[in-house]
């Protein structure tokens, strides 16, 4: 499949999906190692190409405000144009399309028929790796989905170009987006790339009125200055809303860092700080009592009980408000 998003030039192709904006000679492929110039054309090799099919639980995304207790069919591939050091996936994220043997080959048509195969699945989630570089195939799927009057929803790290976001905003109706830090510094060492096309990507969704919810990491060392967290907390709450949905994770080591795991009073250190502005924080990886629960951010209300992917909804309106107060917290 041909790129969408690309430049010829005399000699490389311009990929023009990404903030990287790599040259790619000819036989070669960008920093995402997915995207290749194949006799003068920028190739997307991962179309309908899958490392892993699951129906999960839309938890799992995490996804906490949108359809709480669904499963969503979550499809993943390969490639990424970020090379985190701390990368759960690494083994499909830092691998190329050449070298790596695929699970699954599917058509856009058979991803549907899977889709509608379990009446509780509520659409397609893009994840595990990162979508932004399987765009054409992503969006391809996700106008069928639309279609179907199922949900699409993209888990990425939001390192895209504002074109090829808004064109995937036609049809995605939810995101969860990393936020890695809040500094340039520490984008650069641990992943590679920058933070401010991820800050644009975060205001042109929340612009566009999609549903957004933000991961971070937490790194002892790196990304756990309560001094530098607080100014991102400030960012988001000026931003994109005190109403954003936050999620807290705890780190622990792998692919090539080997700092200790987070330690539970950092993380509730930093619950604290985010919890002064942001209404809706949680801290996930680590079970902590009460931080996975939903309550309200008016009346404070408990509206959901979580233990690990189990949910009991309370005091919830089936639209989605308190029963208390009325307060609209749920995407249903
Ligand atoms: S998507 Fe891949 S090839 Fe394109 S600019 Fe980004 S890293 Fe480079
Ligand atoms: S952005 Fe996500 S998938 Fe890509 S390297 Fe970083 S953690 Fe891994």
Not at 19 to 45: D, F, Q, W, Y
Not at 95 to 109: I, K, N, R
Not at 164 to 171: A, D, F, G, I
């Amino acid at each position: 499949m041909e790129a969408q998003f690309y430049e010829k030039n005399e000699d490389h192709v311009s990929c023009t999906l990404c903030p990287h904006h790599c040259s790619i000679a000819l036989g070669e492929t960008g920093i995402c190692r997915v995207r290749r110039n194949e006799n003068g054309k920028l190739m997307a090799g991962t179309w309908g190409k899958l490392s892993a099919l699951n129906f999960d639980p839309i938890e799992k995304k995490p996804l906490y405000h949108y359809h709480p207790g669904k499963i969503i069919l979550s499809l993943g591939s390969v490639g990424c144009n970020m090379k985190c050091k701390c990368c759960q996936n690494w083994q499909i994220s830092q691998v190329s399309a050449a070298e790596y043997s695929f699970s699954h080959t599917l058509f856009p048509m058979e991803v549907i028929k899977l889709a509608t195969s379990r009446s509780e699945n509520i659409g397609v989630a893009y994840t595990y790796n990162e979508p932004t570089v399987w765009f054409e195939y992503m969006n391809d799927i996700a106008r069928l989905v639309r279609f179907e009057g199922l949900k699409n929803v993209m888990v990425s790290n939001g390192y895209i170009n504002e074109d090829p976001l808004l064109e995937l905003m036609r049809y995605m109706d939810a995101f969860n987006i990393d936020l890695k830090g809040f500094s340039e510094d520490l984008y650069r060492k641990l992943t590679g790339a920058s933070l401010a096309p991820v800050l644009h990507t975060l205001k042109l969704i929340r612009k566009a009125g999609r549903h957004l919810e933000i991961t971070c990491l937490i790194i002892p060392g790196m990304n756990d200055d309560p001094g530098t967290f607080r100014e991102m907390i400030l960012w988001i709450e000026r931003e994109l809303g005190a109403n954003t949905v936050l999620h807290l994770s705890r780190y622990h080591p792998t692919y090539k860092l080997d700092i200790e795991s987070t330690p539970a009073r950092k993380l509730e250190e930093l619950y604290r700080i985010a919890n002064e502005k942001l209404s809706y924080v949680y801290v996930g990886n680590i079970q902590i009592r009460d931080y996975q629960d939903t309550r309200c951010g008016k009346c404070g209300a408990t509206v959901i009980r979580r233990m690990g992917y189990q949910v009991e909804l309370k005091n919830l309106t089936g639209q989605g408000t308190c029963l208390q107060c009325g307060n609209a917290i749920i995407n249903f």
